[in-house]
């Protein structure tokens, strides 16, 4: 009966539940792979979190698009996703080596509080930033590193009882050259890594790229716990395997982050994760690209920072930064400035305006069309987000297709990318007729100036639009009108 029924077609298809197929850039081979869950429907995903000893810039909000583009993504095939997101409140030192102090009790004398204190503040501000930029963080865990020190411990002397760790007089160190896979991955040779590079050499230490799992205790150590090797501190890079391993598993779909963590970092969680559990760790790594400024990459230590309570207080949206990621694929480094951020904030309004004409013209029903298909398409082909955008403004302007044809699409442009536009009475779009007339008269004044090249006029009229309290961006497509919110 059994090949009767698979002859004639009898037999249930096992495939129609299956999700829809999706591939993603697995950083660890280098190349596109379709995307398979070690368990059917449920992807286990983590993203490596910020160290919270102060606010995050915008760089660092870069990584939570990525984890959140990809949750959207495998929802809208069927998947149910696990995520986590860490937060580092101990152990991550001022350089990537194993010498220097840590962030956090640099960041705690600085403020002149405990540790805990800065932590609390900086991890409640980082979770506003996500909600802000449209994250849902209500599926999200976020778990602190020092709630799970007994775990970081438990794994480090799993190591040392395996053969993996050694001791030195500062602290319990992993040895790689008992990992014959070391540096794998991102292309990292072993033998590339050379002492001094990017990783400190400490006296006693056998091999340049070992590093360490728990740290003596200093005399001025704010963070301290009685362990096997006496008083000290976990290293920074055991906390995450430790708490992947607590809460979603020995082995993950998907690990994501900066790609400044994929060479140091990440080989180190995949060193002492399959050392200890002996089984694959991560079967999809994925990085984005740094978000840079004037062609530098955006950090603290280059002094070029941008934080998203700058831009909400230079009067855009905050979805305009959600935005202005959008436009570029995630493995290719993003220049932001603020022209650059004026039209992807006036891109977004126009899109919800033509949004809400076209609610109008549907009365919100919708239908296929072959244009959806090429949207998710985009989508599920790595996360191609700006071909994506693209598909979607041509075919909102073009006239082959019908109003619900176009609202189809834009739900799925919704669920996909996170942009508010199929519910746009919750979102505070500043429409002309919400403008005073007088600001109004002035903007046209001044836009009439720029066009006759009567700069000075147009300074002029510019002042008088930010005395009344709006602010004026030139962006690409024009001027953006915002209300100044300091």
């Known amino acids: 009966m059994g090949w ?43 993203t490596c979190g910020p160290t919270v000893y102060g606010q995050q810039h915008i760089g660092n909000l870069r990584p939570g698009m990525l984890a ?38 640099v960041g705690a004398r600085q403020e002149k509080v405990t540790p805990e204190t800065i932590a609390t503040r900086y991890m409640k501000m980082f979770i506003d930033n996500l909600d802000d930029l449209h994250i849902d963080t209500n599926d999200i865990r976020f778990p602190r590193a020092t709630e799970y020190i007994k775990e970081q411990i438990a794994l480090a002397k799993t190591l040392e009882e395996k053969g993996f760790a050694y001791y030195l007089p500062d602290g319990l160190y992993f040895d790689t050259q008992k990992f014959p896979n070391y540096g794998n991955l991102g292309g990292l040779a072993h033998a590339s890594l050379e002492a001094g ?4 050499v400490a006296r006693g230490k056998r091999h340049p790229t070992d590093f360490v799992l728990w740290r003596t205790a200093k005399l001025n150590d704010l963070q301290q716990w009685d362990s096997p090797w006496g008083r000290g501190n976990p290293g920074w890079h055991i906390e995450c395997s430790a708490m992947i391993r607590s809460l979603l598993g020995q082995e993950i779909d998907i690990h994501t982050g900066g790609e400044d963590l994929a060479q140091i970092h990440h080989n180190n969680e995949i060193a002492q994760s399959e050392a200890a559990n002996g089984r694959t760790f991560v079967h999809y790594w ?65 899109l919800q305006k033509i949004a809400g004409d076209i609610e109008e013209e549907s009365k919100r029903k919708s239908a296929p069309s072959e244009v959806r298909i090429q949207f998710l398409a985009a989508i599920r082909d790595d996360l191609a987000t700006p071909q994506a ?13 019908t109003p619900e044809e176009k609202w189809g699409l834009l739900e799925d442009a919704e ?25 109004r008269d002035s903007l046209t004044l ?19 639009i930010e005395n009344s309290g709006y602010r004026v961006d030139d962006g690409p497509n024009g001027p953006v009108l915002t209300k100044r919110t300091l």
């Open 389 to 401: 955008l693209s598909i979607l403004w041509d075919s909102l302007k073009s006239e082959d297709y």
């Open 197 to 200: 590079a990017r990783v400190e």
């Open 446 to 464: 001044r836009e009439a100036a720029r066009t006759s090249k009567d700069f000075a006029a147009a300074d002029r009229l510019r002042s008088e």
């Open 68 to 105: 959140d583009t990809i949750a959207r993504t495998l929802t809208a095939v069927g998947y149910r996703v696990q995520r986590v997101i860490n937060i580092t409140d101990v152990g991550h030192l001022v350089g990537d080596g194993d010498g220097g102090e840590d962030k956090m009790a």
């Open 286 to 350: 994925m990085h984005n690209a740094f978000l840079t400024m004037g062609g530098e990459k955006i950090s603290k230590s280059l002094g070029n920072v941008v934080y998203l309570s700058d831009i909400v207080a230079k009067g855009f949206n905050p979805l305009a930064l959600r935005y202005f990621f959008l436009q570029a694929h995630y493995r290719t480094p993003l220049s932001f400035s603020w022209d650059a951020l004026a039209g992807a904030a006036s891109a977004l309004e126009r």
């Open 4 to 46: 009767l029924a698979r002859m004639f077609g009898k037999q249930k298809d096992s495939t129609r539940n299956r999700p829809a197929p999706v591939f993603f850039t697995n950083t660890l081979s280098g190349s596109k792979e379709l995307f398979i869950s070690q368990r059917p429907g449920i992807v286990t995903m983590y």
């Open 415 to 439: 669920a996909h990318l996170g942009l508010p536009l199929t519910n746009l009475a919750a979102v505070p779009v500043l429409k002309d007729t919400d403008i005073p007339k007088e600001v």
